[in-house]
């Protein structure tokens, strides 16, 4: 079942947010089961909302993709505050697409 993963993490910038894009890549290469990303500031950190297949494959995109680089090469030292719920609806409107 698909679900809705919504993390804080206020200790990532946006400039480590940028380097981690960059070297995890995942725009150019969507990790399996992702279906959408959106992401934002506020003053209490950086706030994301995804949707994946299953939470594990969220889980194991952090473990092999991400961490390795934020915690690894960018010194990020802390973990984000992470909830999953089940999807209930998805709704993408007809002319959206690509990343802004």
Not at 47 to 72: L, N, Q, S, Y
């Amino acid at each position: 079942m698909a679900v809705v993963m919504t993390f804080v993490w206020p200790e990532l910038t946006p400039e480590a947010y940028d380097a981690a894009r960059g070297r995890v890549g995942w725009e150019d290469d969507a990790p399996d089961g992702f279906v959408m990303h959106v992401g934002w500031f506020a003053d209490d950190g950086f706030h994301a909302a995804d949707v994946w297949e299953t939470e594990d494959h969220f889980t194991r995109f952090i473990a092999d993709r991400v961490a390795p680089v934020v915690k690894g090469e960018l010194g990020i030292t802390t973990e984000p505050q992470v909830t999953f719920a089940p999807l209930y609806r998805r709704f993408i409107a007809p002319d959206a697409s690509g990343a802004a």
